[in-house]
C-alpha cells in the first residue's frame, strides 16, 4: 500500500474515557457483560478477536494489543480483555507491570498458553539482552515470552549505532541463541526515534529482527522515510505493531470541549457508521494491511468493549475521510506528533528535540506516566531540552501534526524540569 488510504493504520493509543464513552453503541452494550468482574472471577477463554499475520513468524495475532496499565486496577483489566477475546499483551521492565502477569499466570496456569506475550527491556549493547531476558522472565514467573523487544531503540543511541544494533553479526548470534534457547519465540525492537523510518528500512533488510513497534498515526504522508520504511518491512515480511497513535485534547485522557460533537460534523462517517471519533480512527489505522496490531492501552472496561466493538464492525476508510480524520484531530490540539521525524527541531534552527519533548509532555499530562516521563526528561542532554533559541512559529509550520509548540514547551519545563 504505497499511498494514504494504505497508511491509515495505527489507532490511537490511550482512548479518552470522556470521548469514547460518550457513544457506546447499542451493539457494544449487546455483545459484552454487564458486570465486568465475571471477567475477573473467571478465565474462561472467549472466542479470540480477528488476527493479523506477523510478518515473516507466521504467527496470526488478534489485531487488538491490551498495552500496560499502571496501577492496581490493571489485573482487572488484564482478565477482562483476556475475556473479551484479545489474546496479545504488551508490557515491559519500565512500566512495572511484569507482576501483575505472574499472578495471573499463577492464579491461572493456562492463560498463559493462550496469549501472545510481549515484553521488553533497555540494553545499550547487544551482550547485555540474554541477561536482560533472564529478569524479565523470572519477573514475569513464565519461562518464554512470544516476543522479546529491544525498548526504545533509538533513545540512547544515535541513527547509525541503532541501525548498527539490529544489522549487525552480533545482534544476529544473540537473535539465533534467544530463539533456540526457547525463552523467546521472537525478537525486535520497539522505537521512537524521529529515524526510526531509516532504521525499520536496514532491520528489514538486514532480515534478523522478527518484529518492531512503532509510533505512528494513519494519515502518515506518503513520501516519508517512515512510510517508506514501512514498505520495505512489508515486503520483507518484518512484523509492525503500532504503539503511541496520537494523544491531546482530541483523544487524550482529558479532553478538552465538546469534542465529539465538534469532531462528528466535521466527519460525517462516524455518525453514518455509528462510531465514536476513537473507533473511527481505528477503522482508518486497521485499513492500512501492513500493521499486524495496534498496541492500546485500555484503562477500564468501557474502552475494551467499545474497541472490541469498533473491531467486529471494522470496514476499511476512504482516503477523503482519514483527511477529515486527521483535520478535526489536529484542529483540537495534539500534544504528540506520532509522524515526529525531527523537522520540527530543523527548521527552528535549534538542537532541542521538540518532538521528544512534546513527547514526554503527553506521557506526563495525558498518559499517566508521570515518573517515566519526568526521568526521560533528566536523562536528555541539555541541549536537547533547551529550546530556548528555537523558532517556534517556524517549527509548527514544519510539524506534520501542526503542534502548537509555544503553547506545548512552556508546560514541558513547569512539569517536567
Known sequence: MRNQESNRREFIQHASVATTAAVTTARANAQTPAVADDAQKNDAPAKP?????????????????????????????????????????????????????????EQSPEVRK????????????????????????????????DLFFIHGLGDQHSTD???????????????????????????????????????????AKAGIADAVMLQYTPWL???????????????KGLGLITMKHIAGQFFGDKPKGNVLDDVQQKVPMLKERNLSP???????????????????????????????????????????????????????GPTLCADCDGRCSKAAGTKAELGVLTRYLTYHQHLGDRQVARKQYAELAAEARDWSDADLVAARAACPNNLDFSSLLPQVDEHLA
Open 114 to 145: 493462550e496469549i501472545f506475550l510481549v515484553t521488553k527491556d533497555m540494553p545499550k549493547k547487544v551482550t547485555d539482552m540474554i541477561a536482560m531476558l533472564d529478569q524479565r522472565l523470572e519477573t514475569l514467573g513464565t519461562d518464554y515470552v
Open 161 to 203: 549505532q541503532a541501525i548498527e544494533m539490529v544489522t549487525s553479526k552480533e545482534f544476529k548470534e544473540t537473535a539465533d541463541k534467544i530463539r533456540k534457547s526457547g525463552k523467546a519465540r521472537f525478537v525486535g525492537f520497539s522505537s521512537h526515534h524521529k529515524d526510526r523510518g531509516l532504521i525499520i528500512e536496514a532491520a
Open 278 to 332: 476513537f473507533q473511527g480512527l481505528l477503522h482508518a489505522i486497521w485499513t492500512d494491511e501492513r500493521i499486524a496490531s495496534s498496541c492500546i492501552s485500555m484503562r477500564n472496561t468501557d474502552q475494551v468493549r467499545q474497541n472490541i466493538d469498533a473491531l467486529a464492525r471494522f470496514e476499511p476508510v476512504k482516503t477523503a475521510m482519514i483527511e477529515q480524520l486527521r483535520d478535526a484531530a489536529l484542529a483540537h
Open 221 to 235: 504522508e506518503k513520501d516519508s522515510q517512515l512510510n517508506k520504511g514501512l514498505d520495505v518491512a512489508h515486503e
Open 49 to 105: 478477536l480477528t488476527r493479523r499475520k506477523l510478518g515473516k513468524t507466521g504467527v496470526e495475532i488478534t489485531m487488538l494489543n491490551q498495552g500496560a496499565v499502571r496501577g492496581q486496577g490493571y489485573d482487572r483489566i488484564l482478565r477482562f480483555a483476556y475475556s473479551q477475546g484479545i489474546r496479545t499483551f504488551d508490557t515491559a521492565k519500565v512500566y512495572g507491570t511484569e507482576p501483575q502477569f505472574k499472578k495471573w499466570f
